[in-house]
């Protein structure tokens, strides 16, 4: 439960790469604890909700302001080509500019536009859910298939996740770069789920020196810990951050999970690991 007279905590779970257990122990911090939001902000593969029960889910639509034209106002002076930082608008001799699906929704055209000539449409580029499971809530962000930049429906996802007003688990896509980003931009604090391989340690150094830019305060939990016969400890950047939990290879809950079955469900050290983060997690936010 939530310390009396606290506000509401939000827990980013992220990993430095995909596979290290991140989605399960999102899982299993939002089921040890009553009344939790759970916020999918992995918005290009949300699989969240197979770990929470798979509830019925009420959807919006998630919409990005880009640019069209009035071709008859159009010039053909191509300064909105040449403000574009992202290389979304294209501007060939006499032909009226056309926007690729690259556009970032910035507006930068828009205003650039000497004649007026460029407006905004809304164009869908996602969806967002809200179900119930048992006393708490999911809330899942889906990018649509072909849409390129996945931000506006993670900042989406996250922004009806907090409005409920209640604790909040995040999870982050993997990795660590804009997604991972816009995910953890509102967190109070984070947990960066690794394991103990070389490939998990150096792409988990990447995501941590990112949460340090951030200043976001965050902590360790290794996943699959022991499965090598020397596993070096964890040194540099990682070797400043707490280890909350450190979790034994688990054939039970690699399957359990393969059928839809949470961790916390079948082995006793997953529910006392997600404990241990959320009190890690009041502790330092205090």
């Known amino acids: 439960m939530r310390p009396l007279g606290r506000e509401p905590l939000s827990i980013a779970v992220v990993s430095g790469k995909g596979g290290t257990g991140k989605t399960s122990f999102s899982a299993s911090l939002a089921l040890s604890r009553p009344c939790v939001v759970a916020a999918d902000a992995d918005v290009e593969e949300p699989n969240l909700a197979l770990l929470l029960g798979e509830p019925v889910m009420e959807t919006m639509n998630v919409t990005l302001p880009v640019p069209a034209v009035d071709a008859e106002k159009c010039t053909r002076c191509g300064i909105c080509s040449r403000t574009c930082r992202f290389g979304a608008v294209f501007s060939f001799g006499k032909a009226a500019p056309v926007f690729n699906e690259l556009c970032h929704g910035c507006g930068a055209c828009v205003m650039a536009c000497p004649e007026k000539a460029l407006y905004e449409v809304e164009r869908p580029v996602g969806f967002v859910g809200r179900g119930r499971t048992g006393s708490g809530i999911l809330v899942e962000g889906r990018l649509m298939v072909g849409m390129p930049n996945?931000?506006?429906?993670?900042?989406?996802?996250?922004?009806?996740?907090?409005?409920?007003?209640?604790?909040?688990?995040?999870?982050?896509?993997?990795?660590?770069?804009?997604?991972?980003?816009?995910?953890?931009?509102?967190?109070?604090?984070?947990?960066?789920?690794?394991?103990?391989?070389?490939?998990?340690?150096?792409?988990?150094?990447?995501?941590?020196?990112?949460?340090?830019?951030?200043?976001?305060?965050?902590?360790?939990?290794?996943?699959?810990?022991?499965?090598?016969?020397?596993?070096?400890?964890?040194?540099?950047?990682?070797?400043?951050?707490?280890?909350?939990?450190?979790?034994?290879?688990?054939?039970?809950?690699?399957?359990?999970?393969?059928?839809?079955?949470?961790?916390?469900?079948?082995?006793?050290?997953?529910?006392?690991?997600a404990e241990a983060a959320w009190e890690w997690a009041w502790e330092v936010t205090k």
């Open 150 to 273: 996945p931000v506006p429906v993670i900042e989406r996802t996250i922004e009806l996740a907090l409005s409920e007003g209640r604790d909040t688990v995040i999870d982050a896509p993997p990795g660590a770069a804009c997604p991972m980003v816009a995910a953890v931009r509102r967190a109070d604090a984070v947990i960066l789920v690794t394991e103990p391989t070389p490939f998990g340690r150096a792409d988990a150094e990447v995501a941590a020196d990112v949460l340090k830019d951030m200043e976001k305060p965050a902590a360790l939990v290794v996943n699959r810990s022991g499965i090598l016969e020397t596993e070096p400890p964890f040194d540099g950047i990682l070797g400043t951050l707490p280890v909350v939990a450190r979790l034994a290879f688990s054939r039970i809950v690699a399957e359990g999970s393969a059928r839809g079955i949470p961790p916390t469900q079948l082995d006793p050290s997953w529910k006392e690991a």
